[in-house]
C-alpha cells in the first residue's frame, strides 16, 4: 500500500482553506448587493414627487378691466304686462292707462278671402261676423254701423274694379244696394244719412251723402275728396282732400263753410273725435311716413301719438279715451289700441294673419 508523501499532504491540508476564503468573498458579495438593495428601495420611497400645480379659477371683478369699458349703471323701468286670455292663443285682453277697454272693435282678416270680424275691446269673443249669402258680392269691407248697432253699410263689389254700397240688418238679411261706385262709408250719428266717396261721373272721388234707403244723393264737394267722417251733431263733414298735398278739411253737410285743418305731407284717414273737439289722422312726419297724429277741430295743438312707421285707419273708442288702428310697423298688419295722448299702446291681435281698418263699437 503506498503512503502519501509530504507535497500531497500539504495540498490536502490548502484545500479547506482555499473553500473558507472563497466562502467569505461570497458572503460579502450577497451582503453587499444586500445592503445596495436596501439602499435602492429606500432611496426609491423616500425621493420626493413632483407637486401638481393647484389651479384656481377666479371670476373677473370690475378692477380687471379698464374704467372705459365698464358698462355704466343703468335704470330698468318695470312695465306691467297686459294679462293673457286663455280662450284665444292669438288675443291680449289690454287694460289700457286711459281706463278699461270696452265696446267692441270690428276689422277685417285675410283668411284666405277677405272676411270681417269682430272682437271685445277687452280681447274676448273674437268671432266672424255674418257671410253675405250672395254670389254678386265679394266678401264686405269698411262697414258703419247704424247709431242703434242694428244696421250696417259696407262697400262691396263685383269685381276690384265695381265697388257699391250696400245696406243689410247685422243678421244678414233685407240686403239692399244703396249705391254704385261708392266707397268708405260712414253713418250719420243721427242715423238719417250716410256719407260716402264715389266717382260718379267723373275721374276724381267726391264726398256724397245719401238716405239709408238709398233716396236724396246729393254731392258735397267739387274738388276731390275721401275717408268722410262725421261730427257728433250730424252738422258736419271732415274728410281727406285728394289734391297734390293730401291735407285734411271740414265742410258743413250742406257742402258750405269748407275749412283747412291741416298743412302737412299726405294726411288721411281722418276720423272726428266723439266730443267733436279734435280729428285723428295719419300723416308723414320728421319720423317718417304714416305716424298718427291728433289735432284740434280748428288747426290747433298739433299732436304726435306714433313713432313706429307704417299706421292706418285710426278710430275713436266711443268714450274718447283710445283710439284703434291697423299698423305694418312690423311686416304683417295687426290692430293696436293706443291711449288718445299716445300715452300707452298695446297690439289687440296676434294672429298669423292680416287684419286692419278696425271700426269701434259701443
Do not use: C
Not at 450577497?30 to 426609491?44: P, R, S
Not at 240686403?175 to 266717382?199: C, E, F, H, N, T
Request: charged share 15%.
Amino acid at each position: 500500500m503506498l503512503q502519501p508523501t509530504g507535497k500531497t499532504k500539504e495540498k490536502r491540508k490548502g484545500r479547506p482553506r482555499r473553500i473558507a476564503l472563497y466562502t467569505s468573498y461570497l458572503v460579502s458579495i450577497l451582503l453587499v448587493a444586500a445592503m445596495l438593495l436596501v439602499l435602492l428601495i429606500w432611496g426609491i420611497r423616500n425621493t420626493p414627487q413632483p407637486v401638481r400645480p393647484t389651479v384656481v379659477v377666479r371670476l373677473p371683478t370690475a378692477t380687471d378691466f379698464p374704467t372705459a369699458l365698464l358698462p355704466t349703471k343703468t335704470t330698468i323701468a318695470t312695465v306691467e304686462l297686459p294679462p293673457t286670455l286663455t280662450i284665444s292663443p292669438a288675443v291680449l285682453q289690454p287694460t289700457a292707462q286711459g281706463g278699461k277697454l270696452s265696446g267692441k272693435i270690428a276689422f277685417k282678416s285675410l283668411i284666405g278671402t277677405l272676411q270681417t270680424r269682430m272682437i271685445n275691446a277687452d280681447g274676448t269673443g273674437l268671432h266672424q261676423l255674418v257671410a253675405l249669402d250672395s254670389s254678386e258680392i265679394l266678401p264686405w269691407d269698411t262697414p258703419s254701423w247704424s247709431p242703434d248697432q242694428q244696421r250696417v253699410v259696407f262697400m262691396g263689389s263685383i269685381n276690384l274694379y265695381d265697388q257699391n254700397l250696400y245696406v243689410m240688418n247685422v243678421d244678414g238679411s233685407h240686403l239692399v244696394k244703396l249705391s254704385q261706385l261708392g266707397l268708405y262709408p260712414s253713418w250719420s250719428p243721427d242715423g238719417k244719412r250716410i256719407a260716402y266717396q264715389s266717382r260718379h261721373g267723373g275721374d276724381i272721388p267726391r264726398i256724397y251723402i245719401i238716405n239709408p234707403d238709398g233716396s236724396d244723393e246729393v254731392q258735397i264737394t267739387v274738388d276731390s275728396g275721401a275717408y268722410p267722417t262725421w261730427s257728433p251733431d250730424s252738422k258736419q263733414i271732415v274728410f281727406q282732400s285728394n289734391g297734390e298735398m293730401a291735407n285734411i278739411f271740414s265742410i258743413n253737410a250742406d257742402g258750405s263753410n269748407l275749412f283747412q285743418i291741416t298743412h302737412m305731407t299726405d294726411a288721411g284717414w281722418p276720423q272726428m273725435s266723439p266730443d267733436g273737439r279734435s280729428i285723428v289722422f295719419v300723416a308723414s312726419g320728421s319720423e317718417g311716413p304714416l305716424q298718427m297724429y291728433t289735432i284740434n277741430i280748428d288747426g290747433s295743438q298739433l299732436t304726435q301719438l306714433t313713432h313706429s312707421n307704417a299706421n292706418y285707419s285710426p278710430v275713436w273708442s266711443p268714450d274718447g279715451k283710445h283710439i284703434a288702428f291697423h299698423s305694418l310697423r312690423d311686416g304683417q298688419m295687426q290692430i293696436y289700441v293706443i291711449d288718445a295722448d299716445g300715452s300707452y299702446e298695446i297690439q289687440l291681435t296676434h294672429d298669423a294673419i292680416q287684419n286692419s281698418s278696425p271700426r269701434w263699437l259701443s
